[in-house]
């Protein structure tokens, strides 16, 4: 189970994904005696990140990206104070009052990395859904009326503990690893031959309603061209949208995926959530680009 829960995490699609890396990148990046680089532009949970992390040779390059900061900061106390960060875990009581206070200060800057980092935590452990800042408010609402369904049902420290140690020795295996919070552009356009990127942006139709840091169709047409370019081998995920179509169809191979993911919509019997299918795409390139056509 991943450290956080994250709206559009891939886990159950990792299977498919994996049977769509470049034969050479299966064989050379996993065993090759040269070092190679993985980069993630858009890590977020790390539902896929964290598999394929635990398939490389520990003399590979990794570098970890997303927009949002103050994840960055999770994943970064993860790497550099795990036990700082479970030790806030440990003395952590969930509430109404404090799940609202940290969504107000989420992205603001305040306080220490570890701190920010923690609040992270807590916001994705503790909402509905696991949307996070994104979510109208704590597992079971302002008003805490089911008591087996309240803000802290899905807060187990030990559970936790465990999780930050898995996700500290998956990370600290790498001597050459990098968390960054950049644009997605400067990770992909600077990746050489002997990279591999695995992409997983923002939806572009709920992308706003989904995530703090949704993106644009600029943006989209930004990851298009920064693709289009790059000398690395990649696979990209996306949801499967007409200006996904309209993009990539002429160049790559689409691939459609199914998938119900565990964010559940409640309906009138709240016994019975609904779990929506979702229709994603993996997109590969027809052959890897030599640069910019």
Not at 20 to 28: A, R
Not at 229 to 246: F, P
Request: hydrophobic share 35%.
């Amino acid at each position: 189970m991943p450290l956080i829960r994250y709206p559009g995490a891939k886990t159950k699609l990792y299977g498919r994904l994996r049977r769509l890396f470049p034969e050479q990148i299966i064989h050379e990046l996993w065993a090759h005696s040269q070092p190679m680089e993985y980069r993630e532009p858009f890590f977020g949970s790390g539902a896929i990140g964290f598999q394929i992390l635990d398939s490389l040779s520990s003399k590979c390059k990794v570098w970890l990206n997303d927009k949002d900061e103050d994840l960055v900061a999770m994943w970064r106390t993860v790497l550099y104070d795990m036990h700082a960060l479970m030790r806030a875990v440990t003395s952590y009581t969930p509430s109404v009052e404090t799940f609202y206070e940290f969504k107000r200060l989420d992205g603001t800057g305040t306080g220490t990395e570890d701190e920010r980092g923690f609040r992270k935590l807590v916001l994705h452990r503790t909402s509905m859904s696991g949307f996070g800042v994104m979510s109208g408010g704590p597992i079971g609402g302002r008003k805490q009326l089911h008591p087996e369904y309240n803000v802290g049902c899905r807060w187990n420290p030990e559970s936790i503990k465990r999780q930050i140690r898995e996700s500290h020795s998956a990370l600290k295996r790498f001597d050459d690893i990098r968390i960054t919070c950049q644009d997605f552009e400067q990770l992909i356009t600077t990746a050489g031959e002997r990279c591999f990127v695995y992409a997983d942006p923002p939806y572009i139709e709920k992308g706003s309603q989904l995530y703090k840091h949704a993106m644009s169709e600029a943006d989209h047409r930004r990851l298009y061209n920064a693709l289009r370019g790059t000398k690395a081998h990649w696979v990209l995920s996306y949801d499967d949208h007409e200006l996904v179509r309209q993009l990539y169809s002429d160049w790559t191979v689409i691939h459609e995926l199914e998938v119900r993911y565990s964010n559940a919509v409640c309906g009138i019997d709240r016994a019975k959530p609904v779990r929506p299918k979702n229709k994603e795409v993996a997109i590969v390139p027809i052959s890897i680009p030599t640069g910019s056509r």
